[in-house]
Nanobody, 119 residues
Framework: VNLVESGGGLVQAGGSQTLSCVGSGFSFSKYEMSWHRQTPGKGRELVAVITSDGLSTNYADAVKGRFTISRDNAQNTVYLQMNSLKPEDTNVYYC?????????????WGQGTQVTVSS
């Protein structure tokens, strides 16, 4: 199983950036996908989540109206479009895949991609 994020980097405040996460080694279309971020010294916080069929999304209050999560199951890819970026959005962003069955929980994480927003 592999989740590979890309698209991080340095961006100015007010700018935009799109993160991508490509999954392999599992049935991507059956998994709920999400983006999380982790500030040093703090736990990971959920940024955005999308259902396996892409029909439902949810966002942290801090990013609502600025970030958009989407997915392309044919390409095994989930995206995070980030607009109106703020310095406080600076963080490592992680992609997550989650599926629960009657017997097991399946949870996979990517390695993370750094997003730095300069003021």
């Amino acid at each position: 199983v592999n989740l590979v994020e890309s698209g991080g980097g340095l961006v100015q405040a007010g700018g935009s950036q799109t993160l991508s996460c490509v999954g392999s080694g599992f049935s991507f279309s059956k998994y709920e996908m999400s983006w999380h971020r982790q500030t040093p010294g703090k736990g990971r916080e959920l940024v955005a989540v999308i259902t396996s069929d892409g029909l439902s999304t949810n966002y942290a209050d801090a990013v609502k109206g600025r970030f958009t999560i989407s997915r392309d199951n044919a390409q095994n890819t989930v995206y995070l479009q980030m607009n109106s970026l703020k310095p406080e959005d600076t963080n490592v962003y992680y992609c997550n895949a989650y599926m629960q069955t009657q017997e097991y929980e399946y949870v996979y994480w990517g390695q993370g991609t750094q997003v730095t927003v300069s003021s």
